[in-house]
């Protein structure tokens, strides 16, 4: 018996699908490509007929102007590079402290609102109502207003057992003093995290597989507090600690955080974690309700119901929209500008009035935040396909 053959088709013939879509991903690649050189060629030839300068030359010659908060040391006489990266620096650390505080903010807040405490849930259903209606932009001058207005003068700063003070001038809190000491006990307290999370991630996976719950809590905190003990003993035990102290015009020593960046941070952070809260709120409801009485059936408390059925289950829906919420969140740190904190864009604005290089500058601040944006959708698109492959 012979079998009917199947016409044989070249790979890369037009009648190809597959062929046929790499074509016009080519094609439309070479339309996007022509039209930049395009943009920048007629751009670069209208400013040079008006007598405008142009290039990124720009960005080794001195800056000129002072930067009131900076994460590493700079000076006015360095260059404008030096302080557009100095910029950088400032929304990088808004954007991931924002990020790790709105996460653990909206988590709390998403999950109180099936909270059987009424008055639980009743706030934390208030507090996204409240948050997420008014603009960001608004909440952050009123939170600025608190910041120079309601908060008590440098003389009468709000202390806590002279070690903690808030005031107008900031927050200002003790640190461990700069060595090399401390920077084991940094790296103890790192390998501590990821030793914990390897921990809590083989619990989950014994738990699906034995129904045997591990400790998610002690083990972990014993392996972080563990791991820094032995990172601060290879150190040498350093105990140095530098500790603000009120002097008559300021405070002197600790860690301190300006106003601007405080109103930045608690403003992006409250109203970013309202959305996630929705966010959470929406992927705890996705979940079948007999998933709650299967475990319930198992004689599972509701701590553990939602700990280890209803979450893991609800991440699938919850990652894609809290990836969505991130980025909001780091381009909505550019509205920094409005009460004076010295980000990217405010930076690059000082460069704009002293330089003149517009273009280069806006081009900048462009290419920042979309390179924080693509590494932050990169990392939660990881995340999700890993939580995907679990899950199979």
């Known amino acids: 018996m012979t079998h009917p053959t199947h016409p044989t088709t070249n790979r890369w013939s037009l009648n190809s699908r597959a062929t046929r879509g790499l074509l016009f991903q080519a094609i439309a690649l070479v339309l996007v490509a022509l039209g930049i050189w395009f943009l920048a060629h007629n751009t670069q030839t209208n400013m040079a007929a008006r007598g405008i300068p142009s290039g990124f030359d720009f960005l080794s010659t001195p800056a000129g102007f002072d ?54 849930r009743g706030l934390c259903y208030g507090y996204v109502e409240l948050f997420r209606n008014v603009p960001v932009l608004l909440q952050l001058l009123m939170w600025y207003i608190f910041m120079v207005e309601i908060l008590p003068p440098f003389a009468n700063a709000w202390s806590l057992w002279d ?90 020593g600790g860690y301190s955080a300006t106003p601007e960046f405080l109103t930045v941070l608690i403003g992006l952070v409250t109203y970013t974690a ?28 509701p701590r553990q119901t939602m700990k280890l059925v209803i979450l893991p289950q609800a991440l699938r829906v919850i990652i894609p929209p809290m990836t969505n919420q991130y980025l909001n969140l780091t381009k909505n740190s550019s509205l920094a500008v409005a009460v004076g904190y010295p980000d990217v864009v405010s930076v690059a604005n000082t460069a704009i009035n002293q330089s003149g290089r517009a273009v280069e500058c806006i081009a900048i601040i462009m290419l920042v935040y979309l390179s924080t944006s693509l590494t932050t959708s990169v990392f939660m698109n990881w995340y999700n396909a890993r939580k995907a492959i679990k899950e199979r």
């Open 274 to 301: 309202a959305f996630v809260a929705e966010v959470v709120r929406s992927g705890i409801q996705s979940v079948s309700h007999g998933q709650t009485e299967a475990a319930s059936a198992l004689g599972l408390t």
């Open 163 to 252: 070690l903690f003070y808030l005031s107008k001038d900031g927050f200002t809190m003790p640190i461990p003093a700069r060595g090399v000491g401390w920077s084991w006990v940094y790296w103890g307290l790192l390998g501590g995290l990821a030793a914990a999370v390897i921990w809590r991630q083989r619990m989950f996976k014994r738990f699906e597989q034995t129904g045997q719950e591990g400790d998610m809590v002690w083990v972990p905190l014993a392996l972080v507090v563990v791991l820094g003990l032995v990172g601060w003993l290879v150190g040498g035990m350093p105990t140095e600690w530098s500790v603000p102290e009120k002097q008559t015009f300021m405070i002197d």
């Open 67 to 120: 930067i009131g908060q900076t994460m590493i040391p700079y000076d006015p006489s360095e260059s404008y590079g030096k302080a557009i990266w100095v910029g950088v620096l400032n929304t990088l650390k808004v954007a991931i402290l924002g990020i790790i505080l709105t996460t653990i903010l909206g988590v709390l807040v998403g999950v109180g609102r099936f909270s059987r405490n009424g008055l639980i």
